[in-house]
C-alpha cells in the first residue's frame, strides 16, 4: 500500500482507534513519527541455539516445530495452555497463562523461531519465559536477525509495532529526503538517510546498524545545536573593542588575591573583549570557586569603557547577596551599583528603571525583572547570567537582545560534563575555575540510615553549642509516599519534620523554616535572620541550592538522599565549607539498590564536582541533569551525551561552520524544532 510520510497513522492496516490512542501515547500521530520512533536497545536473534545444549538464564532463540497437540486445562481461574517443541535434539513445553488461543497458532509441518530466557519451570523442566514467536516463512522481523525493541505502553506489542513500522517502510519507498545538504553529508562520512532509517529498525547486520546509528544520532545533536544557535542568535558579531584594559585598581581593592585560574579566565575573557568580536563564554566553576571575582573585574572594565553591565540572578536572594558585595567593592571606586528586583517598593522600581535608561547606573544586578518590556538601558555592554540552566531559552535572549550586541558571561557553579556543555553552550567557548581558593577546606561527608537520627541530631547541637549553625534539608514540601525502583521510602515533609523537631529534641534552639512557596519578602526575612545567626537550624527545600552563602553554617544534613542527582547533592554540599570552621554533609538514606549505593559513595569519596558531574550524567542521562522543561530542550532519542562524544564533537563542529542555512529542507527542519523548544520553554 503507498502512503505519504504525512499521512495520519490510521492510513496503516490494523490501526483503528484504539491502537492510534495507544501510539499517540508514544508520540507517534503520523507515518513519518513512527519511521522515526527509534529502538532502545536491540538483542541478537540471529543465533540460533540447539534445544539439547540451552542453559539456564541464557536468552535463547530455538528453531522448532510443535511435538504433538497442544494441552490446555484450567486451574485456579486461569487457563493454561502448554506446547511441546522439538528440534530435533531435544524437547521443550512453553506454558501460556489465559491465552488459549495458543493452542491453534501452531500449525502441522512448519517451524518457528521462539525467542525467551531460559528458565526452570514449576516442573522443574526447562522452559522460555515469556516468549517471542514468528514462522519461519513469515516476514522475519522478530527472529533469526537483529531485533529491535522499543518503548511500550498499554496496548502495543513488540511484534505489533514491529509489523507497522515494516509497513511504514515497504509504503514509503522512495519519499525519505536528505535534509542535509549533500556537502555536509559526506563531508562528516554519514550515510544517507533513508538507509538510515531502514538500518536502525531493521539492520541487515552489525555494520549497518552503526553506519544508521551514526547518521541518526549526528542528525539529533547538529539539529539541536544549529537550533540553539538560532534561538540565541549566536553568530560571532563584530563589536568595538574595549579600549581601557587596565585591571590594576580593582585588583587593589580586592580583599584577596587571584588564585591562577581565576587569573587565566580573567585573561581570556579581556582577550575576547579586546579582540573586536562580542565575549560570547561559559564560565563553570565549582561552589566557593571564586566566579564572583572574576564577574566583578569584567564589570569594572565594562564600566570604565563607558558601558553598563547587568548580572542576571535566579532568585532574590542570590540577587541582593551579589548586589551586597558589589556594592560594597564599588562605591569605593566611583562606580555606581543598582538592584531590581520584583519586590522593590513601588516608588523604587520607576527610579532605578528611570537610572539605567539615563545610564546614571554603571552596574544592575536582578532577576528576570531585568528582561521585563519597560526596563532600558542607554548603553548596555556586559550581560552576566548566573546559573544559567535555570533559566528557558528565551529568557536567556531576552536580556541580551535589550543591548544589541552586548558582551555574553554565562557563570554556573554546577560543573558541566564536557558533552552536555558543548549541547546546551555549543557555540561558546568555555573557561573553567577547578581550583578552590586557599583556605577552603574538605568537607566530609557521611551516609547513614534514618536510624542514626539521635546520634547526627547530638552532633547538631554540639556544632551550635560551640556557636555554628546547621541546615537540615527535606526533598518535598507535601507528605507522602514515592516508590523507586520497588521500593517505599516516606518522604521528609518539611513543614511537619521541623514542628517535630521544634517541640522535640530542638526544642530550645532557634529554628526556621524555608522552601518555594513563601514568599520573597518572607524568604528574604528568613535568610537574613540565618545569615546574623539569629537562626541557629535551618530546614529547607532545596531552595537552598543556591544563593546562599552562611560561612557559620558548618552541618547540612540531607534527607532522604536518594531523592538527589550527584550534581544537586554536590550543590547542596557546597552550602557549608564556606567559613574557617570544619564543616560535615550527612546524607541520609535506607535505599540499597545499586544506583543508590553508586551515588552515595561517590558523594563520600570526593568532592570533585566536575568528576562528580560525569558520573550524574552516566548515571541518569542528560534529561535528568537540569530538567528538560528548565532548558527548552527536547527529549533525545538515540543519542547518549556519555558515550557520543565523538559524534557530537563532529555535529557541534559541522553546525559552527555552517553559516547561514540557506538548504530549505534544513531550514524546515530547524523551525520545527525550534517550535518545539519554545513550547517547551513556556
Not at 497437540?69 to 493454561?80: H, L, M, V
Not at 532557634?510 to 518555594?516: E, Q, T, Y
Not at 552541618?555 to 554540599?573: D, Y
Request: hydrophobic share 40%; net charge positive.
Amino acid at each position: 500500500m503507498i502512503m505519504l510520510l504525512t499521512d495520519s497513522i490510521e492510513k496503516l492496516k490494523n490501526v483503528g482507534s484504539a491502537r492510534r490512542t495507544a501510539l499517540a501515547q508514544i508520540g507517534v500521530h503520523t507515518v513519518a513519527d513512527l519511521l522515526e520512533y527509534s529502538p532502545r536497545e536491540y538483542v541478537d536473534r540471529s543465533i540460533i541455539s540447539q534445544i539439547a545444549q540451552l542453559h539456564e538464564g541464557q536468552l535463547a532463540t530455538i528453531l522448532a516445530w510443535r511435538q504433538g497437540a497442544a494441552q490446555s486445562t484450567q486451574g485456579r481461574g486461569k487457563t493454561i495452555t502448554r506446547v511441546n517443541f522439538s528440534d530435533g535434539t531435544g524437547q521443550i513445553g512453553i506454558t501460556w497463562f489465559n491465552q488459549p488461543y495458543m493452542a491453534a497458532n501452531f500449525k502441522d509441518g512448519l517451524k518457528y523461531f521462539i525467542s525467551g530466557r531460559v528458565v526452570r519451570g514449576l516442573s522443574g523442566r526447562l522452559t522460555l519465559e515469556t516468549p517471542e514467536y514468528e514462522a519461519q516463512n513469515a516476514q522475519g522481523l522478530s527472529a533469526g536477525r537483529i531485533v529491535p525493541i522499543y518503548r511500550l505502553t498499554s496496548g502495543l506489542t513488540q511484534k505489533m509495532l514491529r509489523g507497522l513500522i515494516k509497513q511504514a517502510l515497504d509504503g514509503t519507498k522512495g519519499q525519505i529526503a536528505d535534509f542535509l545538504p549533500e556537502n555536509l553529508r559526506i563531508a562528516n562520512g554519514l550515510c544517507r538517510r533513508d538507509f538510515a532509517i531502514e538500518n536502525i529498525h531493521f539492520p541487515a547486520c552489525g555494520e549497518s546498524f552503526y553506519t544508521a546509528r551514526k547518521r541518526l544520532v549526528f542528525d539529533e545533536l547538529f539539529l539541536l545545536q544549529a537550533s540553539l544557535m538560532a534561538a540565541k542568535g549566536q553568530l560571532r558579531h563584530e563589536t568595538k573593542p574595549f579600549a581601557n584594559m587596565d585591571i590594576a585598581p580593582i585588583l587593589a581593592a580586592l580583599p584577596y588575591e587571584l588564585t591562577a585560574d581565576q587569573a587565566k579566565v580573567v585573561a581570556e575573557i579581556m582577550n575576547d573583549i579586546s579582540s573586536g568580536f562580542a565575549l560570547n563564554r561559559l564560565l563553570q566553576g565549582d561552589v566557593g570557586s571564586g566566579k564572583t571575582a572574576v564577574a566583578m573585574i569584567i564589570c569594572y572594565l565594562t564600566a570604565k569603557n563607558g558601558a553598563q553591565a547587568a548580572l542576571m540572578a535566579p532568585t532574590e536572594t542570590l540577587a541582593v547577596q551579589h548586589f551586597a558585595s558589589f556594592k560594597e567593592l564599588f562605591d569605593g571606586l566611583g562606580i555606581r551599583v543598582g538592584l531590581l528586583v520584583g519586590s522593590l517598593k513601588a516608588g523604587e522600581k520607576p527610579e532605578i528603571k528611570a537610572k539605567l535608561a539615563d545610564g546614571e547606573v554603571d552596574i544592575v544586578i536582578g532577576t528576570h525583572a531585568l528582561i521585563q518590556e519597560n526596563v532600558e538601558f542607554k548603553r548596555l555592554g556586559l550581560v552576566i547570567t548566573d546559573e544559567q540552566h535555570r533559566f528557558g531559552v528565551r529568557q536567556r535572549a531576552k536580556l541580551g537582545a535589550k543591548g544589541g550586541a552586548p558582551h555574553i558571561l554565562v557563570m554556573t557553579a554546577t560543573p558541566i560534563p564536557r558533552s552536555l556543555a558543548m549541547v546546551l553552550y555549543g557555540d561558546m567557548d568555555i573557561s573553567a575555575i577547578r581550583n578552590l581558593p586557599p583556605g577552603r577546606q574538605k568537607i566530609d561527608t557521611y551516609t547513614v540510615g534514618k536510624s542514626y537520627h539521635p546520634r547526627i541530631f547530638a552532633f547538631i547541637r554540639k556544632e551550635i553549642e560551640a556557636g555554628r549553625q546547621a541546615y537540615i534539608i527535606c526533598p518535598l514540601i507535601e507528605s507522602g509516599e514515592s516508590e523507586v525502583r520497588g521500593q517505599r521510602s516516606e518522604i521528609s515533609e518539611v513543614v511537619k519534620f521541623a514542628e517535630q523537631l521544634k517541640s522535640g529534641v530542638f526544642a530550645d534552639l532557634s529554628l526556621g523554616v524555608l522552601h518555594g512557596r513563601l514568599r520573597s519578602e518572607e524568604k528574604n526575612e528568613i535568610m537574613g535572620a540565618f545569615a546574623r545567626n539569629e537562626v541557629q537550624v535551618l530546614v529547607a527545600t532545596t531552595v537552598i541550592e543556591v544563593g546562599i552563602n552562611v560561612p557559620n553554617a558548618t552541618v547540612i544534613l540531607i534527607e532522604n538522599a536518594e531523592r538527589f542527582g550527584l550534581s544537586q547533592l554536590h550543590q547542596l554540599r557546597g552550602r557549608v565549607g564556606r567559613g574557617a570552621h570544619k564543616s560535615y554533609c550527612i546524607l541520609i538514606t535506607d535505599f540499597k539498590n545499586e544506583i543508590t549505593a553508586k551515588r552515595m559513595k561517590a558523594m563520600t569519596s570526593t568532592n570533585d564536582g566536575f568528576e562528580l558531574s560525569e558520573l550524574d550524567l552516566e548515571l541518569r542521562g542528560p534529561g535528568e541533569f537540569f530538567g528538560t522543561a528548565q532548558h527548552g530542550l527536547p527529549k533525545l532519542m538515540l543519542a547518549n551525551l556519555y558515550r557520543d562524544l565523538d559524534i557530537l564533537e563532529l555535529a557541534r563542529n559541522a553546525a559552527l561552520g555552517m553559516g547561514r542555512v540557506q538548504f530549505p529542507p534544513l531550514k524546515a527542519r530547524i523551525d520545527q524544532l525550534l517550535g518545539k523548544m519554545q513550547q517547551i520553554a513556556l
